[in-house]
């Protein structure tokens, strides 16, 4: 991995690191690649049953889209810099395994549509998190738009984008946007504690939660449960559920081993 995003693997747990905190970890092209390769590598290696990704320093998850990148693009450069951006960003959403957001400070523009990516936004008290693009003459190009109105309604869609102003953890938390707010100092250890959960669950259920709620939840009604039934009856063929269950009957923790 180059020296824009870090890769750490540890107990389950891959932590993604985006690493430009001069310029608030703003997402160039090259950036964006980089993610996608990250990612890539995470999906391919079993060892990993949950992801964390930060942005370097304190003052920020992600402050967007790379402004100076931005303001040189060509309107063919434009689509095909919000297609990558939106292709790596879906890659992250559809990855089959639990990927959690740790913000602290800014999560703007392209911060915000990568953290709405992610499956759970743990957020610093202090964060502040928006889609401010409207004051640079542009709109989100990396699903922003389209996230904001299934986490939080057309409403407020509507308001942080048309707006543009950035708004606190605390009442991002309540349109539904940050999963939990927590005092900075606990950033880590909340979401660490969550993400050890997470690795620690049967990974065939987890993948069919994401999968029926991402890729169900899009369908209509019928093809939704259509969706819940197949990922249920998968799971039942692993070892890991004949663990859970055994485990609920002999009255012990479950140990699910990922198979
Ligand atoms: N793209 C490129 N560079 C960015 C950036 C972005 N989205 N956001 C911040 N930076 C750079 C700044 O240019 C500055 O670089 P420099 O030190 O080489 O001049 C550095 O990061 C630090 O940012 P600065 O603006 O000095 O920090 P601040 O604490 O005064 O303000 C913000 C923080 C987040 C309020 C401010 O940086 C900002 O508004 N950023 C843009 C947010 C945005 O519009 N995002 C959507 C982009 S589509």
């Known amino acids: 991995m180059s020296e824009l995003v870090l890769l750490d693997v540890s107990d389950g747990i891959a932590l993604v690191t985006l690493n430009r905190p001069d310029k608030l970890n703003a997402l160039n092209f090259a950036v964006l690649t980089e993610l996608k390769a990250a990612f890539a590598a995470i999906a391919a290696d079993p060892a990993v049953r949950a992801v964390v990704l930060r942005g370097a320093g304190e003052k920020a998850f992600v402050a967007g889209a790379d402004i100076a990148e931005l303001a040189a693009l060509s309107p063919i450069q434009a689509r095909d ?5 939106q292709q790596m960003m879906r890659g992250i959403e559809m990855l089959g395994k639990p990927v959690v957001a740790m913000i602290r400070g800014y999560a703007l523009g392209g911060g915000m549509e990568l953290a709405m990516c992610c499956h759970l936004r743990i957020a610093a008290d202090n964060a502040k998190v928006g889609q401010p693009e409207i004051n640079l ?3 989100p190009g990396f699903g922003g ?3 904001l109105i299934r986490l939080a309604g057309q409403g407020a869609a509507l308001e942080l984008c048309l707006l543009g102003a950035p708004i606190g953890a605390q009442r991002a938390y309540e349109l539904g946007l940050l999963t ?4 900075a100092a606990e950033l880590e250890e909340t979401t660490f504690a969550l993400a050890a ?3 620690a669950s049967a990974p065939q259920a ?5 999968e029926a709620v991402l890729v169900g939840g899009e369908c209509g009604i019928e093809a939704g449960l259509d969706y819940e039934t197949q990922a249920f009856a998968v799971c039942t063929s692993t070892n890991d559920m004949r663990e859970g269950t055994r485990a609920f009957l002999e009255r012990r923790k479950p140990v699910f081993r990922g198979d």
Request: glycine share 14%.
């Open 81 to 85: 810099f919000s297609r990558h951006g």
């Open 137 to 139: 003459g542009v709109l």
């Open 145 to 147: 738009t389209q996230r």
């Open 180 to 183: 939990r707010v927590v005092p």
């Open 197 to 199: 959960q997470l690795a």
């Open 206 to 210: 987890l993948r069919g939660i994401l």
